[in-house]
Every structure is written in structure tokens, then in C-alpha cells.
């Protein structure tokens, strides 16, 4: 059966945003595409066979499932980086799928390496470093060296070395950016003095690869720019990118009530005039914040229109008043792409106190997806 709700997604933008980020890269400056959560909620599966055919062969997600996911839908060609530490249970899975691995402490890597050994499989990893998160990563030269030493060289290979920045979007403190790359290299460059060799160093994501040029290296991973969106409103305008998704509904029902009438749940609506009330059959199991609960905003015929009331688990109302000639099947638009009337992502974040990230990880697996070029 096919819904009315769903969120459109154009693949000639994410054609056309690969473009404008290989534009900020020399040759020598690989992409590793990063579509942990559901490729940010678009669908993994199709945006990573989508930038297969653009040419991309390295992705990232955080969790060994989400790699061994791509891997059951056919991508068997491409690297698969996985972001998280693989818990001692799944190491062996992760191995049989030829996943790339980040390690950063010498328990991590005897466990790989002893795995390995017993598979008698090779094993590619990386080392994480970590500058300044406090997240995840070796937090000194010692720590790193301590890892290194702990693989078993026969069977695990060091592919790469890398960090993650915590301020790559701050335009005001580009020096945070630039202590905790400073950091990053002193280990490298110590570890390369050593005798290691790592083909891919990388560092940034993408406010860091559109802000800071110089410290693109080997690699930049790109997430949320690839999908349309700067990670914050002060970027935008930097890199020509463009929403690749849109959501879209239509109107489930819509009646005029008369002057103080409750709307929703909880009553926390009154209509102040006579009301035209359009609802959509969409709702927070979808995605829609609740918050957005008397103060989100959808587009119907080229007007922005208010939520009244609660946002409901499977629809929510909108005072149509304004709009002329409003009639069921009606497409209404919520985020996307402006260039179809779609509302600004970020606008819709400031109603509901949310993140852009987190509005576009949290469109449920209910919600259709569909791909046109
Ligand atoms: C999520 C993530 C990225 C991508 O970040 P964007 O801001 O979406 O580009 C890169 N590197 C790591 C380690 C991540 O966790």
C-alpha cells in the first residue's frame, strides 16, 4: 500500500553536493562517505549504491551492524570503516566481513589480533586518537604506541590513523580546530618517525573539510553536508549544497469548528475565530518533535501554515484559515528542499529545540522512503 506521507529524495542533489565537496579536494584527498543511522535517516542502502556509482568506495557508519547491513545488501566491494569500538562477541563477525576496525587500546588490538589468528583471516584497521572529545580514541603518544605494539603484524593491517574534531563548526575559535590538529599531528609524525606508515590520516567531517583546507590530509569523512546541510546556520552560503530529502503529506481531512474550540490532546489549543483545520497523517512515530506542538510550521500552496495542539503519535493539525481553496489530498510540505518549497531544516530545529541531526536520525522506519533522480 502505498502512503501519502513520505520523504521524497532527490540523488541528482547528492550527485551535485559530492560535486561541490570534490571541489574543495586535491586528487590526492579521498572521500569516505558516512551514513551511520540509516545514512542520516535518507536510507543507507540507497545512498551508499547511489555513490558507488559516483564513484565513492569508502563509507563509514558507527555501529559493526549497520556495516554488516551494507554488506547482506550487496556493497562487498567497498571499505567499511566502522566508527565504535566492536564489542569482544561480534570481533570475529566484523572480521569475516572484512569491516575496518578502530582500535585505540592494547586490549582492543590482542583481541583482534588473537581473533584473526584463529580465523586465519587478515583484519584492516584503524588507530583513533583522541585530541579533544574525550569520546573515544588513544589520549597520548604512549597510549598509541602501546596499541601498535599489541597487534599481531602477520594478520592486522594499519590502514589509518585519524581524530575528530569537537569545534570543527565554531567560526569564532578556529584555534580549538587548530590545537587539536596540532595534537594530531605530533602523534602521527611521531609514530611515522618510528617506522609506522599510515595510507589514509584523516581528520575531518564536514564543517571541518569545508572550513579548514589545510587539514583535509589523506581523507575527509562527510556526513551531514552530503545530505544539504551545513552543521551550523553560520556556514551557510560556504559550499554550495542542497537538502536532498523533503518530506511530504498530504490532507487527510479538513472542516471548519467555530470560534473556542479545543484542538488535540490535553486541550492546549483554543480556537480564537471560526478555523479551517486541515490534519495530516503524520505524527511524532514518524518523526515530527512534539515539541513542534502549537508551533511547527507546514507549507500547503505556497503558504506556511501553523501546527495547533498537540502533535499526536500518527497525525497533527494545521489552521488552514489563511489558505484559500484547501481540499483533502492536498500535498502539504514539511523540511527540504527549497527549491521545491520545502522549509528550512533549521528553521524547523529552533521551533522544536532540537538538532538537525537529530530531526533527520529520528524519521522512523515507517515513514516511506522514495528515490527519484
Ligand atoms: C558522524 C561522524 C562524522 C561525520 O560528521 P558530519 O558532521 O556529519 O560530517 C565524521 N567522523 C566521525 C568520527 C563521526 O562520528
Known amino acids: 500500500m502505498k502512503r501519502e506521507t513520505y520523504a521524497e529524495i532527490n540523488l541528482s542533489n547528492l550527485a551535485h553536493n559530492i560535486h561541490s565537496f570534490k571541489q574543495l579536494l586535491s586528487n590526492d584527498t579521498a572521500i569516505t562517505s558516512v551514513i551511520k543511522a540509516n545514512g542520516y535517516g535518507h536510507g543507507a542502502v540507497t545512498i551508499a549504491k547511489t555513490l558507488t556509482e559516483l564513484g565513492i568506495d569508502r563509507f563509514a557508519v558507527a555501529l559493526g551492524q549497520e556495516g554488516i547491513e551494507l554488506r547482506e545488501a550487496g556493497l562487498t566491494d567497498s571499505s567499511i570503516l566502522i566508527f565504535t569500538p566492536i564489542d569482544e562477541a561480534n570481533v570475529a563477525e566484523a572480521i569475516r566481513n572484512q569491516l575496518t576496525m578502530t582500535i585505540f587500546t592494547p586490549a582492543q588490538a590482542a583481541i583482534l589480533s588473537q581473533q584473526a589468528r584463529e580465523l586465519q583471516l587478515p583484519a584492516t584497521v584503524h588507530l583513533k586518537v583522541d585530541t579533544g572529545m574525550a569520546r573515544l580514541g588513544a589520549r597520548s603518544l604512549e597510549e598509541a604506541i602501546a596499541t601498535l605494539e599489541a597487534l599481531d603484524t602477520e594478520w592486522i593491517t594499519v590502514e589509518g590513523i585519524y581524530t575528530h574534531f569537537a569545534n570543527g563548526d565554531d567560526l569564532d575559535h578556529p584555534e580549538y580546530t587548530h590545537q587539536q590538529f596540532n595534537t594530531f599531528r605530533d602523534i602521527f609524525e611521531a609514530l611515522e618517525e618510528q617506522g609506522y ?28 553536508g552530503m545530505y544539504g546541510y551545513n552543521t551550523d546556520s553560520s556556514m551557510d552560503g560556504l559550499l554550495d549544497i ?36 486541515a490534519t495530516l497523517a503524520l505524527g511524532y512515530a514518524d518523526g ?45 510540505l514539511w ?16 521551533m522544536s529545540n532540537h538538532y538537525h541531526y537529530e530531526v533527520l536520525c529520528n524519521l522512523n522506519q515507517r515513514l516511506p522512503r522514495i528515490y527519484h533522480n
Open 242 to 277: 542542497r537538502p536532498i530529502m523533503t518530506i511530504k503529506s498530504h490532507i487527510a481531512h479538513v472542516k471548519t469548528v467555530p470560534a473556542d474550540t479545543p484542538v488535540s490532546y490535553g486541550w492546549s489549543h483554543y480556537t480564537k475565530q471560526p478555523t479551517k483545520i
Open 197 to 224: 606508515h599510515f595510507t589514509f590520516k584523516h581528520c575531518c567531517n564536514s564543517s571541518a573539510t569545508i572550513r579548514f583546507p589545510d587539514y583535509h590530509l589523506d581523507m575527509v569523512r562527510i556526513g551531514l
Open 335 to 350: 523540511f527540504g528542499d527549497e527549491a521545491i518549497g520545502g522549509l528550512n531544516l533549521e528553521d524547523t530545529c529552533i
Open 288 to 332: 515530527v518533535p512534539r515539541s513542534l506542538s502549537n508551533g511547527g510550521q507546514f507549507k500547503i500552496r505556497d503558504q506556511i501554515v501553523p501546527i495547533i495542539g498537540r502533535v499526536c503519535m500518527d497525525q497533527l493539525m494545521l489552521d488552514v484559515s489563511e489558505v484559500e481553496e484547501v481540499a483533502v489530498g492536498d500535498t502539504v
